[in-house]
């Protein structure tokens, strides 16, 4: 298992947009190009490309984070800072938008180390609930967030025609600190 000590989380300004559509699409296509009709061109072009990252790096809501292995960058993940649980809405909430981590990277515990590093960045904000979306059709992701203490609370359903029908089913997991 990784050590935090060897794990680097970078915050991420526009000005790093570049650097973060070089990493998320390699951890996007590593993982997900099985999930579109077009093996992932429509999404990759609508989600990572360095201009549509630069618009949302300059949402003061979100936050990006480079997560280092090793001094080598091997992932990502998005914050919405204050974004309240569609289970929870009365609760100040921080919802954790997006998780990718390359395929090398996978499989050594870093997933559990990013999830504490994001469960206590919420506590200092003073937030009551971590809340994330899941595919349904990820039984591994499920069971994974709900070792990491996250319950599931609702469901929902992507439009995005371009993806496979089997896989626009989503689930709502929620932490309530």
């Not at 569609?86 to 559990?112: D, H, V, W």
């Amino acid at each position: 298992m990784i050590s935090q000590q060897v794990l680097r989380y970078e915050a991420l300004s526009v000005a790093d947009a570049s650097r973060l559509s070089e990493v998320a699409i390699r951890a996007y296509c590593d993982h997900y190009l099985h999930l579109w009709h077009d093996s992932g061109a429509w999404y990759l072009a609508r989600s990572f490309t360095p201009e549509a990252l630069a618009l949302e790096l300059l949402d003061e809501n979100a936050r990006f984070y480079l997560i280092y292995l090793h001094e080598e960058p091997v992932g990502f993940l998005k914050l919405n800072l204050l974004k309240p649980s569609p289970c929870s809405p009365s609760l100040n909430g921080l919802e954790l938008e997006r998780i990718y981590l390359q395929q090398a990277a996978t499989g050594k515990g870093i997933g559990a180390k990013i999830v504490q590093f994001v469960l206590e960045h919420a506590r200092q904000m003073g937030r009551q609930v971590v809340w994330l979306k899941a595919m349904e059709s990820s039984h591994d992701a499920i069971a994974f967030y709900e070792r990491m203490g996250f319950v599931l609370c609702g469901t929902s359903k992507l439009s995005f025609e371009v993806m496979r029908e089997e896989y626009r089913p989503m689930v709502t997991m929620q932490q309530v600190l």
